[in-house]
């Protein structure tokens, strides 16, 4: 099972950039759809990005053309550049392992820590 451990959060204002990594060890990462999810306060978690083994990548309406998800296989780590940064873009941030089924993508392994991402106004 992927292990992974989430960095890269911090406070930053409004129009600012983060990137964040998710380092990955315990199996063949090459071979692994990652996610990123985000958690706000109150809400329920939802899927930012997602990029395929293959390195194709999808992303959330609100994320499009801000944030761009990026992977390197050599270190074992999948980025989440964040671009532009929001208000609404403040909240915990986790990568995870994502399996396929019938065309759909779900999240699976265990969830890390996280890292909070706070953008001011």
């Known amino acids: 099972q992927v292990r992974l451990v989430e960095s890269g959060g911090g406070l930053v204002q409004a129009g600012g950039s983060l990137r964040l990594s998710c380092a990955a060890s315990g199996s063949d990462f090459r071979v692994n759809h990652m996610g990123w999810y985000r958690r706000a306060p109150g809400k329920q978690r939802e899927l930012v990005a997602r990029i395929t083994s293959a390195g194709s990548t999808n992303y959330a309406d609100s994320v499009k053309g801000r944030f761009t998800v990026a992977r390197d296989n050599a270190k074992n780590t999948v980025y989440l550049q964040m671009n532009s940064l929001k208000p609404e873009d403040t909240a915990v941030y986790y990568c995870?392992?994502?399996?396929?089924?019938?065309?759909?993508?779900?999240?699976?392994?265990?969830w890390g820590q996280g890292t909070q991402v706070t953008v001011s106004s």
């Open positions: 995870i392992g994502m399996t396929v089924l019938a065309g759909t993508y779900y999240p699976t392994g265990s």
